[in-house]
């Protein structure tokens, strides 16, 4: 079967992409249920915009710099801000709900933002809103062709670029070639022992383009979220998200003596960025203290309402938010590194585009402003779209043709995944040194050489972690404990 291109992932970026497309022929793949598959779904937090009085796309580019550090490129932070109400005026027009005040979008605020410019559906379940609005229009258009339950096992290579997809599915292997591809796969979370993404978020697009040979970049910026729900059994893997709106309506961080350690640390206290908080929790439980994020003071009864979700969450592990805090631990939440893409989209491939949390724009620099990932696979999803649908044919390549890469995925065993995530999470995790991050370097090679089935996300996390040791300084996300260099934003 041949498409115009082939969009792997079904989350926001990769519907974005597959919608804007139109009227070329596409196939989506993805590896679940049509847009219930990958972290989208799961964003508790909404949609940063610059639409409220007083408020400019100038000021929401310099909020995503200085959260970035300034590493961020600029033009890339440009385009997403300037075309942030544009989109969700789109979203909108395909069906979300967003949450309103007075006739007008109700704005939030979150770390790191100057402006209350967030806009939310359904309170905490934004993600879930937007995902059903975009799955409905993707079944609806006549130009995708969707394929569940499928996974993109492999790439196919001919003449120097990109020309399909080899996906396996529960009735075989299909050979699906394309004009283009594009990797639309989300992220890293399934390779630390703490995440607030799912089990799919497990590196395969990176997999993927590495073995292509196509070029990574800031592979060491791993966003580490620091409130996710600490459950009862002590679990690894996904955890419940304590959305950062709850401290935006005034939650605050507590240890098991009741003190605010916070204020010590930072003059933003809780509204300081990500890291700072997540590396500020992390060293309470360093020291064998628990953390508690208290939001009954600040939030009380109207938990049900404000915080759907969480209290769901909350409620399921016994805990009644409303009258008590909510054990916390910090959690892999977003990756700023990925494969390497231009101005258009482009990897270092012919024939081979990324979008979204798998790729790096530069537009989050050393780290994410918060609200900015939705927004990151709605924009650039859509321009990437519109960019393709616009384009002519290619020549049809010819199957004999196309050279293919290894197409056994090779799906990570248990205990090798758990020996990863432990690696990552001790040494590549929110707080680093050369020493640790030389001692898993040493543990993953030598892990990889033992599991050739399973190398190729395995060498995910080896990329990763040479990043990170030759990254000798700290900024953003990537906190190195024997550096005496630290950038300010």
Same mark, same amino acid.
């Given at each position: ?410 799906? %990570? ?48 996390? %080896? ?27």
């Amino acid at each position: 079967m041949h498409f115009d291109l082939i969009v792997i992932g079904s989350g926001i970026a990769g519907l974005s992409t597959a919608l804007a497309a139109a009227p070329r022929r596409v196939a989506l793949i993805t590896r679940g249920e049509l847009a219930r598959d990958g972290s989208s779904r799961w964003a508790q937090g909404g949609i940063a915009a610059a639409i409220g009085e007083g408020d400019s796309a100038g000021a929401h580019a310099n909020d995503t710099l200085v959260a970035g550090n300034r590493l961020n490129d600029r033009d890339a932070v440009d385009a997403l801000t300037r075309g942030a109400a544009a989109a969700v005026d789109w979203l909108a027009g395909c069906g979300v709900a967003f949450d309103r005040a007075g006739g007008h979008y109700a704005l939030g605020r979150e770390a790191a933002h100057s402006q209350h410019r967030i806009v939310h559906a359904d309170g905490d379940a934004t993600g879930a809103a937007v995902m059903r609005a975009l799955g409905a229009a993707a079944r609806a258009a006549a130009h995708i062709d969707t394929f569940e339950h499928h996974e993109a096992a492999a790439l196919r290579r001919a003449g120097g670029r990109v020309v399909g997809v080899a996906a396996r599915g529960p009735g075989g292997t299909l050979d699906l070639g394309a004009d283009a591809v594009v990797l639309a796969t989300g992220g890293i979370g399934a390779l630390y022992r703490h995440t607030t993404n799912p089990d799919t978020a497990d590196a395969g697009g990176l997999a993927l383009a590495l073995e292509a040979g196509a070029a990574l970049s800031d592979m060491e910026f791993v966003q580490f979220h620091p409130t996710a729900l600490r459950t009862r059994d002590g679990r690894s893997g996904q955890l419940p998200l304590l959305t950062e709106a709850l401290r935006g309506a005034g939650a605050v961080l507590v240890n098991g003596a009741g003190k605010r350690f916070m204020r010590l640390i930072a003059r933003e206290a809780e509204l300081a960025p990500r890291d700072v908080v997540a590396r500020g929790v992390w060293g309470e439980l360093e020291r064998g203290e628990t953390v508690w994020l208290d939001a009954a003071g600040a939030v009380g009864a109207a938990f049900p309402e404000r915080f759907p979700t969480v209290f769901a969450s909350c409620m399921s592990e016994g805990i009644d938010p409303r009258r008590e805090p909510m054990p916390v631990v910090p959690a892999q939440h977003y990756h700023m590194g990925g494969v390497r893409v231009d101005a258009q989209a482009r990897t270092t491939v012919p024939g081979l585009y990324a979008v979204g949390e798998v790729a790096c724009t530069g537009v989050h620099g050393a780290n994410r402003l918060a609200s900015n990932s939705l927004l990151e696979g709605l924009v650039f999803g859509g321009a990437l779209g519109r960019r393709l649908g616009a384009l002519a044919p290619l020549p049809r390549i010819a199957a004999a043709e196309v050279v293919g890469t290894r197409a056994d995925i090779g799906a %990570v065993g248990a205990e090798i995944a758990q020996t990863v995530r432990d690696l990552l999470w001790r040494h590549a995790g929110l707080v680093r040194d050369a020493h640790g991050l030389q001692q898993a370097l040493r543990a993953l090679q030598a892990l990889s050489a033992q599991n050739t089935a399973e190398r190729r996300r395995i060498a995910v996390a %080896v990329e990763l972690t040479a990043a990170a040791l030759q990254r000798r300084d700290s900024v953003g996300a990537h906190y190195r404990s024997d550096s005496v260099q630290v950038r300010a934003g």
